[in-house]
């Protein structure tokens, strides 16, 4: 008898194969692959005396404590009980085959050199989540809830809401860590829409990436055990976002969709020890968390392209109407932005527009500048004008004049836009009290 | 100023009163500029002067803004940046006075008012002015029957054609000497006490522009022979136009 190592296939050959197999001979052969398996074993080539009922030589194929067969002849023989391409499948992982010749190989005074078998055996998967492979008296218990099969075993799974236990088939209610973390979802109470267990302190967190905001929409049936008078005595439902209670709940009232403004939600929900309300089921989505709607301080703030709404990693432009500055605190600022943050708040508060100021004009050497409006108005689109010291002064200005404005971009310039102060050059030649003769 | 008359305030508010190697006179030009005679600054055959310009101009006193002398020294002088020297001027040729103009640049421009103002420079096309007859004004702070004048004076001048110069100068013993150049002209005259002497030298010979209503420069106090005896020389400004602007606008 000879052990086959427990490869997942082989070969099996009668002995001396492929000469004619020996008188007298008696070969056993053990085939044992791992778990998870079963065995499959077909025939290459096939060569026995053939007897009637097989009784000379003979191979004799057994699985799962049952006889699969005596086999000998040769193809096509009236005789015998050849296999032909026969496919044996055990039910288990072992299998086991007997080969017996007996002390001659003659007809009519002629020996006939019948070479004898050779076999092949393949593992193959057993799916033991198909429940027609469960024999009755399978002692496998069958998975709770889930079965997976894969190549060479299986493992059994559990609904959300359930956690398998120690012996890998069956499944408790588990809720007090369940951790969600898609962008949207469904969790209930566990059974729904049957009623729920009792004695329940279920956890489910749902925890997305910041910047998001968890809806919760309560679907129908919404039944947990409550009381007329007394506030969810019984069973509660609690959903909490960051720590924060939004709200517990019970009755059969659905509290219908909740927006959480948070992208962390944790819902607990704790049951006594009796009852038979159907429970809760939430779908819940999320959606980038929007920031309040962004207000201009002043008549002459420009948000740029405003938005209906704004959201998480949504931004929002600010400038001024021409001729005023952004302003944020103290500060002046080239442009202003400010983005939606994970929490659904902007990242800086809205800027101010101040209107520009030019500041004192520059002063004119031998002259002097005048405001055309109001006095010391140094405002955006203010006018003044210079001039000089007359008559000792003569003003030569560029092509834009003596007049000034306060441009947008805080300088004074005239009308052609330049900076250029004007000049005061003397006047020649002009005496006060020039010489008059008037005796003659 | 000999035979001439107080200046008014205001009459002549380009007079400039100057101390170098004496007193001088000038004229205001723009804001910044004095016109003089170049001998108030390189004296013809003074000994030893080397002709340091910055020096010079380290020294030199201006005093603007006031027809009194007295006034003049409490407002303060108005001190020299640089001193511009024509160069066809020499200092050693004492019968020369050709190329007598220069400028200084004052270290800080003046604040002009009613009794401070520029002069003006003729047109370089308006020969006018030096025609035979042709009335002008000097002012200045020279000599007057031997005194030397606290009071801004000035006196009305004709121009006086060059060959009458040139004549008058000639019957002049010292005269014969003299180089009268294309770059002078003569005004006074022959017999009557008005005239320009020491002192005035740098001042400037000015005539009212009809056309333009303003006063301008014509000539610049440069020699005689004698004073109040006949005809005064004045170094021509017109010629020099190119020469002074190319300074002045320089700057």
């Not at chain 1, 968390?289 to 938005?307: A, K, N």
């Not at chain 1, 659904?344 to 002063?363: L, Y």
Request: aromatic share 12%; net charge negative; hydrophobic share 30%.
């Amino acid at each position: 008898s000879s052990p086959v190592p427990s490869k997942l296939y082989g070969e099996i050959r009668s002995p001396g194969y492929p000469k004619p197999y020996p008188n007298n001979n008696i070969s056993t052969w053990d085939i044992h692959i791992p778990k998870g398996y079963v065995l499959k074993l077909t025939f290459r080539y096939f060569d026995l005396e053939p007897s009637e009922s097989c009784f000379y030589d003979y191979v004799k194929i057994k699985a799962d404590k049952k006889n699969l067969g005596r086999y000998c002849g040769q193809l096509g023989s009236n005789t015998g009980n050849h296999p032909g391409r026969k496919e044996f499948v055990s039910k288990g992982n072992r299998m086991h085959l007997a080969f017996h010749s007996d002390f001659s190989n003659e007809d009519n005074g002629t020996v006939i050199p019948y070479k004898g078998f050779l076999a092949y055996y393949q593992a193959v998967d057993l799916d033991e989540c198909d429940p027609n492979n469960a024999d009755e008296k399978d002692e496998r218990p069958q998975c709770q809830h889930f079965c997976h099969n894969y190549v060479g075993g299986y493992f059994c799974s559990c609904r959300a809401g359930y956690q398998l236990q120690s012996d890998h088939h069956t499944c408790k209610v588990e809720c007090s860590s369940e951790l969600f973390t898609e962008a949207s979802g469904y969790l209930s109470s566990p059974e729904y829409p049957q009623p729920y267990p009792e004695d329940l302190q279920c956890n489910y967190s749902i925890r997305l990436q910041k910047g998001l905001s968890i809806i919760l929409k309560f679907l129908e049936p919404f039944e947990i055990d409550d009381h007329q008078q007394v506030h969810c005595p019984y069973d509660q439902l609690k959903i909490q976002a960051r720590g924060r209670e939004i709200g517990e709940f019970c009755g059969k009232k659905s509290p219908g969709s909740i927006e959480t403004n948070s992208n962390e939600v944790d819902i607990l929900f704790f049951t006594d020890e009796s009852g038979f309300s159907r429970g809760w089921k939430i779908h819940y989505t999320s959606e980038k968390i929007r920031c309040p709607q962004p207000v201009p301080l002043d008549q002459f703030t420009i948000i740029t392209d405003m938005q209906p709404v704004y959201q998480f990693q949504d931004y929002f432009v600010v400038s001024c109407k021409t001729g005023y500055n952004l302003i944020q605190g103290n500060q002046k600022l080239l442009s202003f932005t400010a983005v939606c943050q994970a929490d659904g708040t902007w990242h800086q508060s809205m800027p101010r527009c101040e209107i520009v100021k030019c500041g004192t004009p520059a002063n004119l050497t031998n002259g002097a500048f005048s405001y055309v409006n109001k006095p010391g108005n140094d405002n955006y689109q203010s006018v003044i004008a210079y001039r000089c010291n007359e008559p000792y002064y003569h003003i030569v200005t560029g092509t834009g004049g003596e007049r000034f404005t306060c441009s947008p971009e805080g300088t004074w310039v005239d009308q052609d836009g330049q900076t250029r102060t004007p000049a005061c050059l003397p006047v020649c030649g002009k005496p006060d009290n020039p010489v008059t003769e008037i005796q003659r | 100023i000999l035979g001439g008359k107080r200046a008014a305030l205001g009459s002549f508010p380009w007079q400039a009163l100057t101390h170098i190697h004496g007193r001088g006179g000038g004229a205001l030009l723009g804001d910044r500029w004095i016109l003089t005679a170049a001998h108030t600054i390189l004296p013809k055959g003074a000994v030893g002067s080397n002709g340091d310009l910055e020096q010079l101009a380290q020294e030199a006193n201006v005093f603007l803004g006031h027809t009194s002398v007295e006034e003049l020294h409490r407002m303060g002088n108005h001190p020299v940046r640089r001193i511009f020297i024509h160069p066809d001027y020499n200092p050693n040729d004492e019968y020369n006075f050709n190329g007598d103009i220069a400028l200084m640049e004052l270290k800080h421009p003046v604040t002009l008012g009613p009794t401070l103002l520029p002069i003006c420079l003729p047109d370089s096309a308006n020969t006018t002015f030096y025609r035979d007859g042709h009335m002008g004004y000097v002012s200045g702070f020279g000599v007057e029957k031997n005194f030397i004048s606290n009071e801004l004076k000035y006196v009305s001048l004709p121009s006086i054609a060059r060959d009458t110069c040139r004549r008058w100068l000639l019957s002049k013993g010292t005269g014969k000497r003299m180089v009268f150049s294309e770059n002078m002209f003569c005004a006074g005259f022959p017999r009557v006490i008005q005239d320009t002497c020491q002192g005035d030298s740098g001042s400037v010979f000015t005539v009212l522009d009809a056309q333009s209503g303003r006063w301008v420069a014509t000539g610049i106090v440069s020699w005689g022979i004698g004073c109040g005896k006949g005809y005064g020389f004045y170094t021509k400004i017109i010629n020099y136009l190119d020469w002074i602007k190319g300074i002045v606008r320089e700057d």
